[in-house]
C-alpha cells in the first residue's frame, strides 16, 4: 500500500517560496507507471492539479502555475517537492500530493489512487 506524507510550513509571506515534502512509503518513486502529482484546495473552491512528475523523471506544470512553480524528486529519499515562488494571499490552500497509475491533470479525487492527508498553507504576512 502506497503512503504519501506532505510536510512543510504552514505560514508563508507574501512574496515568499513555499516548499513542500512529499514523502513516498510502500513504493518507489522510480517504479514503472506510476505518476506523482501535486493538487491544491483553497477555501471553498475545488481540486486544482498544478502538477507532476513521472516515474521517469518528467516534469509537467499546469500553464497557470508554470511561471512560479518548480517540481522535483530526491530519488535516495523517496521524495518529490513543490516549490512555489512569489506566493500570494490567493495560494493559501490546502496543498496534497497523489499519484496515480496513470496520466492525469485532473481535480478530481477519484482519479488517482492514493493521496497524502493535506496540509494547510496560508500565505500571510
Known amino acids: 500500500q502506497v503512503q504519501l506524507q506532505e510536510s512543510g510550513p504552514g505560514l508563508v509571506k507574501p512574496s515568499q517560496t513555499l516548499s513542500l515534502t512529499c514523502t513516498v512509503s510502500?513504493?518507489?518513486?522510480?517504479?514503472?507507471?506510476?505518476?506523482w502529482s501535486w493538487i491544491r484546495q483553497p477555501p471553498g473552491k475545488g481540486l486544482e492539479w498544478m502538477g507532476a512528475i513521472t516515474s521517469s523523471g518528467s516534469i509537467y506544470y499546469s500553464p497557470s502555475l508554470k511561471s512560479h512553480i518548480s517540481i522535483s524528486r530526491d530519488t535516495s529519499k523517496n521524495q518529490f517537492t513543490l516549490q512555489l515562488s512569489s506566493v500570494t494571499p490567493e495560494d493559501t490552500a490546502v496543498y496534497y500530493c497523489?499519484?496515480?497509475?496513470?496520466?492525469?491533470?485532473?481535480?478530481?479525487?477519484?482519479?488517482?489512487?492514493?493521496w497524502g492527508q493535506g496540509t494547510q498553507v496560508t500565505v500571510s504576512s
Open positions: 497523489a499519484s496515480s497509475l496513470r496520466w492525469v491533470q485532473s481535480g478530481t479525487r477519484t482519479d488517482y489512487d492514493y
Open positions: 510502500g513504493g518507489s518513486i522510480t517504479a514503472a507507471y506510476y505518476y
